[in-house]
């Protein structure tokens, strides 16, 4: 007959825990559920190969410094600068149609605006659809063309297209706009060479009447990113040489986006015209110092009242506009 367990200590699940055991299931239980929400954090945090990671504020520390055209993928990171920009683009349209809502009651007429932050990325266009004369803006799409040529031929500017260079863009010189719009082969040569700078919406002007080349905000943004970009079709020799002359306009001319900088030294084309209806066009591009950003701004204004009043126009539709989107 087997022997009684009334002596055998009963098994670990029967009866009351004794103090220490309770404390080490407990102490177990614990660790295991921290394990649990750690992992589960982790996982919450990482980005799995093939997902999207979720945008990122421009100006935020996840922001990438750059905009993108239609169809180009994810935005690539663009250093010195902006790439390309897109032209049809109605990114911020909102917030620049609120900024210079004021400015159109105040001063009529018709605007396109277009504004961009190099450091940042953010990116806005008003109006961005609607084509306008550019009067002398056009002699910096000039430059660019002739500059581009040479880049490719491997030549350099003449003496004579540097003196009519300078005199284009620094003194406004319309014969030295003729004489350079005929070296680049006239509406031809600036169709070819805004291919290769992806200004898709900008038109030449008929019969050699480069001022009536036709343009958009988008555009004359992405002339301004050319400019400036590191990714440019232009070379960093020529970049500089252009911005050089438009650091040098004369104080007369000084106008325009320049009313929304603040310090540095800005680089500016204005142009200004009457048109068919005897309406006046001024428009205004530039690169500016901004709250210590380097900010790319273009105005087209036509139907204007007079010079003076498109003048008013330019300058406080790139007040506006500047000061919303480096805000934002």
Same mark, same amino acid.
């Given at each position: 007959m087997p022997t009684a367990d009334r002596g055998r200590r009963p098994p670990a699940h029967a009866g009351k825990l004794r103090p220490w055991e309770r404390f080490t299931i407990t102490l177990v239980f614990t660790v295991v559920a921290a394990a649990v929400v750690a992992v589960s954090v982790y996982g919450s945090r990482t980005r799995h190969p093939g997902q999207p990671q979720s945008a990122a504020r421009p100006g935020s520390a996840g922001a990438t410094p750059a905009v993108q055209r239609p169809g180009a993928g994810p935005r690539p990171s663009i250093p010195g600068g902006l790439g390309h920009i897109d032209p049809a683009s109605e990114s911020g349209g909102q917030v620049l149609a609120t900024a210079l809502a004021p400015v159109l009651r105040r001063y009529g007429g018709s605007l396109a605006v277009g504004v &961009?932050? @190099?450091?940042?990325?953010?990116?806005?266009?008003? %109006?961005?659809?609607?084509?306008?004369?550019? =009067?002398?803006? +056009?002699?910096?799409?000039?430059?660019?063309?002739?500059?581009?040529?040479?880049?490719?031929?491997?030549?350099?500017?003449?003496?004579?297209?540097?003196?009519?260079?300078?005199?284009?863009?620094?003194?406004?010189?319309?014969?030295?706009?003729?004489?350079?719009?005929?070296?680049?082969?006239?509406?031809?040569?600036?169709?070819?060479?805004?291919?290769?700078l992806h200004l898709s919406h900008t038109m030449p002007g008929a019969g050699g009447r480069w001022g009536h080349t036709s343009s958009t905000a988008g555009d004359q943004l992405q002339l301004l990113a050319d400019l400036t970009s590191a990714r440019s079709p232009l070379s960093p020799a020529s970049r500089s040489y252009e911005l050089g002359l438009m650091r040098h306009v004369p104080a007369g001319q000084g106008w325009g986006v320049t009313? &929304?900088? @603040?310090?540095?030294?800005?680089?500016?084309?204005? %142009?200004?015209?009457?048109?068919?209806?005897? =309406?006046?066009? +001024?428009?205004?591009?530039?690169?500016?110092?901004?709250?210590?950003?380097?900010?790319?701004?273009?105005?087209?204004?036509?139907?204007?009242?007079?010079?003076?009043?498109?003048?008013?126009?330019?300058?406080?539709?790139?007040?506006?506009?500047?000061s919303a989107v480096v805000r934002g």
């Open positions: &961009a932050d @190099s450091q940042t990325g953010a990116t806005a266009v008003y %109006g961005a659809t609607r084509a306008f004369h550019t =009067a002398s803006i +056009v002699k910096a799409d000039i430059l660019a063309a002739l500059l581009l040529q040479h880049q490719q031929a491997g030549t350099k500017l003449s003496e004579t297209e540097r003196a009519s260079a300078t005199a284009m863009m620094e003194d406004n010189d319309e014969n030295a706009a003729t004489t350079l719009w005929t070296a680049i082969g006239g509406a031809a040569g600036l169709s070819d060479a805004n291919r290769k009313a &929304a900088g @603040s310090g540095g030294s800005p680089a500016v084309k204005n %142009g200004w015209m009457t048109d068919s209806d005897a =309406a006046w066009v +001024v428009n205004s591009i530039g690169v500016i110092t901004h709250a210590g950003h380097t900010v790319l701004v273009a105005v087209l204004a036509d139907d204007q009242a007079s010079e003076s009043v498109g003048i008013g126009a330019d300058e406080a539709a790139a007040k506006a506009a500047v």
